[in-house]
């Protein structure tokens, strides 16, 4: 069998403190039930206030609880009267001077005892557990939560075996101790039996030299940059337009390649045509302008003389020799 060790108490002394801290001799196990019938009384009568933790001090003969709570309103009540009625209920059980405490859990999400009690009640309104346990994996990952792992154990959806589920996102380092680990564990009462439900959420680790962060109200691990700021930081990046320039020279300078000019590198979109091309076409115009005169020009009675000098331009258009 696989031995397991409570992930709070695995770091107490390291990364964690007591929830109780206060020294006694004679009267030890009587101050130890003090603090459990407390603590227990408290969960059950803020229940609606959203508990996360109960911590105990005892300087002298006082008592100071401090109080973890992600619904701080409902505590205090209008005025600090629901505050004062509890500091008074309380100095009566106990018959000391109490001082109570009450820190706001920023992001609830993140703390793994109100996550597992709010499946708890989702399990008790007949809500699909597999449905419960991903929007609360879901929830945490988007609140900045490193890694998360929840497990559902019981008659889950009230099969006559009992069995377990659970589902892990992101890192859970449970032997590292420098891990900032939370663990959390509630019941849920159906009507087909108890269903325990347990979560461990992992916010980052804890830097010796540093000031411990607050697990329950710290801020995520910081991000990159956005992305405007990391732009800004990198060297400008030079225009495209001045390589386009000379390649539109390139384009329409078809008689700078003629000039005997080196040809670039891109070569042009429309070819030039060669040489020989162009001086054909400059002899082929002048004859093409030719048949375009009336017949009676090149008629067969004319002078001798006339027909001397129309002798040599004769082989140049084949139309003269057809119409001779």
Known sequence: MGQKVHPYGF??????????????????????????????????????????????????????????????GIIIGRKGAEIEKLKQDLAKKTKREVFIDIQEVHKPELDAQLVAESIALQLEKRVAFRRAMRKAVDSALRF????????VSGRLNGAEIARSEWYLQGQLPLHTLRADLDYGFAQAYTTYGVIGVKCWTYKGEII???????????????????????????????????????????VQGAP?????????????????????????????????????????????????????????????????????
Not at 32 to 57: H, P, T, Y
Not at 144 to 151: A, D, F, P
Not at 216 to 222: A, C, H, I, K, Q
Not at 300 to 315: S, Y
Request: proline fraction near 15%.
């Open 11 to 72: 770091r107490l002394g390291v990364t964690k403190t007591w929830r109780s801290r206060w020294f006694a001799k004679a009267d030890y196990a009587k101050l130890l039930k003090e603090d459990l019938d407390l603590k227990d009384s408290l969960r059950d009568r803020l229940k609606a206030a959203g508990v996360s933790s109960v911590e105990v001090d005892r300087p002298g003969n006082k008592l100071r609880v401090t109080i973890r709570t992600s619904r701080p």
């Open 208 to 250: 010796e030299g540093q000031t411990r962060r607050d697990s329950l109200r710290n801020d995520p691990e910081p991000r990159r940059p956005p992305l405007r700021d990391r732009r800004e930081r990198r060297p400008p990046v030079p225009a495209p337009l001045a390589q386009a320039e000379p390649t539109a020279q390139v």
């Open 256 to 324: 700078d390649l003629a000039s005997g000019k080196s040809a670039p590198i891109i070569p042009p979109l429309a070819p030039p045509q060669p040489n020989w091309k162009q001086e054909m076409k400059h002899e082929a115009a002048p004859p093409a302008a030719e048949p375009a005169a009336t017949p009676e020009a090149a008629a067969p009675e004319a002078t001798p003389q006339a027909n001397q000098q129309a002798i040599p331009p004769e082989p140049e258009t084949p139309s003269g020799e057809k119409e001779q």
């Open 144 to 151: 900045g939560c490193k890694g998360i792992k929840v497990r």
